[in-house]
């Protein structure tokens, strides 16, 4: 009998796992979008509601005179099928209805990884390789400062400096247009930038550190491949889980950031829904964001035992 590939074994589990917590987060999910205050029958009426007989034949259209098990099964039925179901507010399919902002978001979240993720590497590889020196205490003393400032209050900040004073950049970002994605992106980077350059600096003050590079070192290996071979690829392992949750923060976390500055993305999007007791809009929402955090945490899993070959054994 063929001997399994551990890795391979493992990422059947994490998905496995994941299939299962996906439908947890979906009863959690339609339980929650049931205790909204509220009917969304008479948000839709409006001065219409006072009229019982229309506010009942509404109520059936919506399939809201069921039973909640009924409501939910055939909701994720529906959901099974890629149905996301109809907006109350805008009268037109889910799916319709957030193509745009999925993608914006999508467009923000990248450039600001593609931005973030090499400048963390870079800079919390050079800190932690002259730990003590002028740049690691640079580095620590402006990230410590960046962690503390909330994203609302940089991208304010951003928005006085470069919008307002200087006028070189738009105050609002209504499309993720070049000029648009300036300030938001900017604002994202320094939040971001800051936990993964502390991160990333812990892991390769761990790994220079240890008995393996020491030896390696004894034996001649130069400071170049040793940094590549030996402590690079070591320190990714914890590296690799805090990119991971960035990527999740800025997929369910970007609300304050597109509300600052108007950004069409799924933050807004949320919000609107819940103003306007759109319940199946925010019900896709929040399978959407759920959905995207299961998936980064098995692939980073999965990407974390590849990397690092000691954890293919513990994990086989």
């Not at 319709?96 to 993720?117: E, R």
């Not at 307002?164 to 604002?187: E, F, K, Q, R, Y």
């Not at 990714?236 to 960035?246: C, G, H, N, V």
Request: no cysteine; proline share 4%.
């Amino acid at each position: 009998m063929a001997e399994r590939h551990p890795v391979l074994a493992y990422a059947v589990r994490r998905v496995a796992i994941g299939v299962g917590l996906t439908f947890v987060v979906s009863v959690l999910i339609f339980a929650a979008t049931q205790l909204l205050p509220g009917n969304p029958a008479i948000a839709i009426l409006g001065r219409n509601a006072a009229h019982r007989r229309a506010l009942h034949q509404l109520e059936v259209q919506l399939g809201l005179d069921h039973s909640a098990v009924y409501q939910y099964s055939h909701w994720l039925g529906s959901l099974l099928q890629g149905n996301l179901g109809q907006s109350y507010a805008a009268h037109e399919p889910v799916s319709t209805l957030l193509a745009s902002d999925v993608g914006n978001t999508m467009i923000l979240a990248g450039v600001t990884l593609a931005i973030m993720i090499p400048l963390s590497l870079l800079l919390g590889t050079l800190a932690g390789i002259r730990r003590g020196g002028w740049l690691d205490t640079l580095l620590s003393g402006l990230t410590l400062g960046a962690i503390a400032l909330p994203e609302f209050v940089t991208g304010t900040f951003l928005v006085i400096v470069f919008a307002i004073w200087m006028g070189v950049l738009p105050a609002v970002s209504l499309g993720p247009g070049a000029a648009n994605l300036v300030l938001p992106v900017a604002t994202l980077v320094i939040a971001g930038l800051a936990y993964n350059v502390r991160m990333v600096r812990a892991g390769v003050v761990e790994v220079m550190a240890s008995d393996y590079v020491e030896a390696a070192r004894l034996n001649g290996v130069p400071e170049g491949r040793l940094i590549r071979r030996y402590v690079l690829r070591n320190a990714l392992a914890p590296s690799i889980q805090t990119f991971a949750m960035t990527v999740q923060w800025l997929v369910g976390g970007v609300v304050v950031v597109e509300t600052v500055f108007s950004y069409p993305g799924i933050g807004q999007a949320l919000v609107q829904a819940v103003s306007t007791e759109d319940i199946p809009t925010v019900q896709a929402l929040g399978m959407l964001i759920a959905l995207l955090y299961i998936l980064i945490n098995v692939a980073a899993d999965v990407a974390v035992v590849y990397v690092v070959p000691k954890l293919r054994t513990e994990s086989g």
